[in-house]
Nanobody
Framework: QVQLVESGGGLVQLGGSLRLSCAAS????????MAWYRQAPGKQRELVAS???????NYADFVRGRFTISRDNAKNTVYLQMNSLKPEDTAVYYC???????????WGQGTQVTVSS
């Protein structure tokens, strides 16, 4: 069982920045595909960004150019740097860890991001 603990959420004004962190409790962190999802009230959870074990990244169109996902395998941590935030970015952001070879899939508890206009 892998535990994921997110931090860094909060309230920010339009155009501001936040950095989310997700610490994983596994010594095999480098083998996991890590991702950030978000879920706004009344909407389905959606993929924001992902990063593979080799560092290849993928972004949803609505955040490309504004958000950056990165990972530090020595610290078992994945980050999401969010710049130029908009009110529509308001959501609970969830960290996800996926191990392709065995299909293990884990979620964090979520962290609230609120962008005021």
């Amino acid at each position: 069982q892998v535990q994921l603990v997110e931090s860094g959420g909060g309230l920010v004004q339009l155009g501001g920045s936040l950095r989310l962190s997700c610490a994983a409790s596994t010594s095999n962190f480098s083998l996991y595909v890590m991702a950030w999802y978000r879920q706004a009230p009344g909407k389905q959870r959606e993929l924001v960004a992902s990063i593979t074990s080799s560092g290849r990244t993928n972004y949803a169109d609505f955040v490309r150019g504004r958000f950056t996902i990165s990972r530090d395998n020595a610290k078992n941590t994945v980050y999401l740097q969010m710049n130029s935030l908009k009110p529509e970015d308001t959501a609970v952001y969830y960290c996800n860890a996926y191990y392709p070879l065995v299909g293990d899939d884990y979620w964090g508890q979520g962290t609230q991001v609120t962008v005021s206009s």
